[in-house]
């Protein structure tokens, strides 16, 4: 990881209390929750992009039987 920033956010009181009764630290727990919001956001990213790329029509599939007959069959 690079150099480091600093943010302020302000949330009520109530959810801080809440994050502190369940024993995280603050900091932390907003830090985790960022990082898992990014992996989440990037993957649907990904998916996205998957989904707009895929070629229409049949699966493609691999055999390799097949594969290894058709390169024993060339030597």
């Not at 956010?9 to 985790?32: N, Q, T």
Request: glycine residues 6%; proline residues 3%.
């Amino acid at each position: 990881m690079g150099k480091k920033v600093v943010i302020a956010v302000r949330i009520p009181e109530e959810i801080k209390r809440d994050i502190e009764k369940l024993g995280f630290v603050v900091s932390a727990f907003v830090k985790e929750a960022l990082r898992e919001e990014l992996r989440r956001r990037r993957s649907e990213e990904a998916m996205k992009w998957i989904r707009a790329n895929m070629v229409p029509g049949k699966e493609i599939g691999f055999d390799s039987v097949e594969t290894l007959r058709r390169m024993r069959e060339n030597m």
